[in-house]
């Protein structure tokens, strides 16, 4: 069982950018489904970005892709988000997650959620 911490939040301008850190602990770290997920204000979670072990590969939500970059370092026990160019639709907490993959229901979260990161974007 894996547990996650998120950091890096905070306030940045539009067009700025902002790299968020997860850090785990667990013994399956190396071979988990890593994602991070958002909530933004009003809206449902949705994933954002998910990386397979290895880290070679990767998916990404249409509306981040080209402009967030996930990433991870199995030795720290760590995954990352690089947030560039972002947009006030990008506010919302950030959630990192271990996925699981089940049958007839796809990847999905597995485990309690944590308190997640905050992002704003405005100006």
């Known amino acids: 069982q894996v547990q996650f911490v998120e950091s890096g939040g905070g306030l940045v301008q539009p067009g700025g950018s902002l790299r968020l850190s997860c850090a785990a602990s667990?013994?399956?770290?190396?071979?988990?489904?890593l994602s991070w997920y958002r909530r933004g204000p009003g809206k449902e979670r949705e994933l954002v970005a998910r990386i397979f072990p290895g880290g070679i590969t990767t998916m990404y939500a249409d509306s981040v892709k080209g402009r967030f970059t996930i990433s991870r370092d199995d030795a720290k026990n760590t995954t990352g988000l690089q947030m560039n160019s972002l947009k006030p639709e990008d506010t919302a907490v950030y959630y990192c997650k271990r996925d699981s993959n089940i049958y007839g229901k796809g990847y999905v979260p597995s485990g309690s959620w944590g308190q997640g990161t905050k992002v704003t974007v405005a100006s």
């Open positions: 667990g013994s399956i770290f190396r071979w988990s489904i």
